[in-house]
């Protein structure tokens, strides 16, 4: 039988509340040694996608950081209620220059 994979989610409450609903694990944590180590966890758990709001990443950039080339998870920021830090489209800029070899987002 095919190893079953699974997608969480990590935020805050008022930001990822929803995606229960969709059948995602939701970890409502904010702080940043909490959040480090429950990656390192899903990581361990067959967790293939881990979204995080992006106001959590900043505080854990060093652990987001040691999976980025690894083939998983994938760590995929969003943006929270409070707002956008811009850092998700940042990434997901460099990742497409990295695989393409110029930013052709624009």
């Given at each position: 039988m095919p190893e079953l994979y699974k997608?969480?989610?990590?935020g805050d409450t008022a930001s990822i509340?929803?995606?229960?609903?969709?059948?995602?694990s939701v970890f409502h944590e904010t702080e940043p040694?909490?959040?480090?180590g429950l990656i390192d966890r899903l990581a361990l758990n067959n967790?293939?996608?881990?979204?995080?709001?992006?106001?959590?990443?900043v505080g854990v950039g060093s652990t987001i950081a040691k999976y980025r080339d690894k083939k998983l998870p994938s760590i995929v920021l969003i943006p929270a209620?409070?707002?956008?830090?811009?850092e998700g489209m940042r990434?997901?800029?460099?990742?497409v220059e990295k695989a393409v070899g110029s930013d052709i987002l624009g």
């Open positions: 997608t969480a989610v990590i509340s929803g995606f229960s609903a969709l059948g995602l040694k909490t959040v480090s967790f293939a996608v881990i979204y995080i709001t992006e106001p959590v990443a209620v409070g707002g956008n830090t811009g990434k997901l800029h460099e990742a």
